[in-house]
């Protein structure tokens, strides 16, 4: 039950990594397209902010809640790494 917690916690953080990548993209390609945020550099910043903030998560989880003798948690096969492109 333990480890269904924390991988659970793990695959959380990122699905919302993902998804606050995905917003970077939009704003870096098509800054205009974003009618709510006028300032585009602070909106990056903050997509930013929740990438680093869900990374740490992960971080965390692997290195203090992981016990000794289980590898850290691995991504599914189709799943593409965290900061592969940040």
């Known amino acids: ?10 695959a959380h ?3 919302d990594i993902a998804k606050h990548k ?9 800054p205009v397209g974003i009618g709510e ?3 585009v ?3 990056i910043e903050e997509e930013l902010n929740m990438i680093a ?7 965390v989880l692997n290195k203090y809640f992981k016990k000794k ?3 850290q948690w691995v991504r599914p096969q189709n799943s593409k790494k965290i900061n592969q492109d940040i």
Do not use: P
């Not at 039950?1 to 793990?10: F, G, K, S, V």
């Not at 995905?22 to 390609?29: F, I, K, S």
């Open 1 to 10: 039950m333990r480890e269904q917690i924390i991988n659970a916690l793990i």
């Open 13 to 15: 953080a990122h699905g």
């Open 22 to 30: 995905a917003n970077v993209e939009v704003y870096l390609t098509n």
């Open 37 to 39: 945020h006028s300032n």
């Open 41 to 43: 550099l602070e909106a």
């Open 53 to 59: 903030k869900y990374h740490d998560q992960i971080e």
């Open 69 to 71: 003798n289980d590898e």
